[in-house]
């Protein structure tokens, strides 16, 4: 499962080169009745709620149902996160290679029946913290799967003069879920409890599998010859020479464990230290979203006026101060400290995510588009385990308030990295 948190370089749109089928096939493949796409986006939004929902769910059954310890909730963030770093170089071959939709509907089964183990355990009373951590796994590992196939999954359903509009819906929906999804998922769980909630959440996986079954089946991209080795290989040669592309994602993979350390220390330190119930966790982490979205309206201007280098480096300086706020949260009176903290740290990096994403998109060949992108998300997505454990450490040994400062603080190593690099010498990405 994705978090609900804005993470750098979810590159989820546009990366439609070189998969599956030419454009000009896919016109007349998909021929598509005006219901297709609703229906894929129908699918993907409901699935997605579901997700921000198992993102407040999953820890807060950890840390109410069985009690368990510090480091163990970050160790179940670690387990949802771990396939990005195991599976997403090679989820990219898989998804040229097969029937997308037969894999889609697949995969939202697994996640359903792994999530939907969870609850029949508890009504068992056989729910256990290993089972827990075996179901965060397993949807994980769909995840990784699920999302690079949903990439390339659109071009095959969708004419290729609607895209662009169709993929500026799915963004703003993607935004929007993530916004509201955390504070509607709080409001579930007050009134169902976590583990009811992961019944609605197992629920949305299998509606949406019930959705992308009704949707036209996609064509494997043609055989080339070359082994999946050597395609993985030229586009990370690609990515670690170049001289912008290298040391951006090296920004984002540090913002990326920091914002995985801050996802695990949130529910430990709101719920445990703070005492604030499953409402108020939702809407303090609904903040997130009202953060991804302002700097995504305002990510085009900043770097017009600043420049595309320096708008990123100043942007992410101005989140990372806010973040600071976030540790003067200390009761469910002053939560508002923690809100305003997170909502500036996303702000930050969704507009260094944009904007180096749209310059990997501008600059990298288009026959090695795809590959550069899985560079960059198997790089900078597999530091997310590593944060998130980082912050089970940090809490066991110094206590979350401790923990969550010593984040923060960090958070203005990545903006002070990019400036010290060849990145920060000049105004604009060159």
């Keep these: 499962m994705s ?87 090679p989820a990219g071959v898989v998804a040229q290679r097969v029937p997308l939709r037969r894999l889609q509907v697949a995969l939202d089964l697994v996640r359903f029946a792994a999530l939907g183990s969870l609850p029949l355990a508890w009504w068992l009373g056989t729910l256990t913290y290993p089972h827990l951590l075996l179901a ?42 993530d916004t509201g999804g955390p504070s509607l998922g709080g409001i579930l769980i007050g009134a169902t409890g976590p583990v009811g909630a992961l019944v609605v959440d197992a629920a949305s996986y299998l509606a949406s599998a019930a959705l992308l079954r009704t949707l036209p089946e996609s064509r494997p991209g043609p055989r080339t010859g070359e082994s999946a ?61 009202v953060g991804a979205l302002a700097g995504a309206a305002v990510a085009v201007r900043v770097t017009s006026r600043l420049g595309t280098a320096w708008g990123i480096i100043v942007a992410d300086l101005a989140g990372g101060a806010l973040l600071l706020l976030a540790p003067l949260t200390t009761s469910a009176g002053d939560a508002y400290w923690f809100a305003l903290g997170n909502a500036g740290f996303a702000f930050g990096t969704v507009i260094g995510s944009i904007t180096t994403r749209t310059y990997r998109q501008t600059q990298s060949p288009p026959e090695l588009l795809s590959r550069v992108m ?13 944060g998130a454990l980082t912050a089970g450490l940090l809490a066991t040994c110094a206590g979350a308030h401790t923990a969550l400062w010593i984040v923060c603080a960090a958070a203005f190593l990545p903006p002070l990295y990019l400036f010290s690099s060849g990145v920060g010498r000049h105004r604009d990405l060159t």
């Design 229 to 289: 080795l050597r395609l993985m290989r030229e586009g990370w040669r690609y990515v670690t020479k170049h001289p912008v592309m290298r040391p951006c994602m090296i920004w984002a993979t540090a913002a990326n464990f920091l914002n995985a350390a801050l996802v695990a220390l949130t529910p430990l330190y709101l719920v445990r230290e703070a005492g604030l119930d499953s409402v108020q966790l939702g809407l303090v982490l609904a903040m997130d979203g």
């Design 3 to 89: 978090e609900t948190r804005a993470i750098p370089d979810n590159d989820n749109d546009n990366d439609n080169d070189n998969h599956l089928v030419r454009h000009d096939e896919v016109e007349e493949q998909v021929a598509s009745p005006p219901g297709v796409f609703w229906r894929f986006w129908a699918a993907a939004t409901v699935s997605g709620a579901g997700s921000a929902v198992t993102a407040l769910a999953l820890p807060l059954v950890a840390l109410t149902v069985l009690d368990v310890t510090a480091f163990e909730v970050a160790l179940l963030a670690a387990a949802g996160q771990v396939s990005w770093l195991l599976l997403s170089l």
């Design 374 to 386: 899985a560079t960059v998300r198997f790089v900078s997505w597999g530091a997310l385990p590593l």
């Design 136 to 177: 965060a796994l397993t949807t994980g590992a769909a995840t990784v799967l699920f999302d690079i196939g949903n990439s390339t999954f659109l071009p095959a359903v969708v004419p290729a003069r609607q895209l662009a509009a169709r993929n500026s819906v799915m963004s703003g929906t993607h935004a929007v879920t």
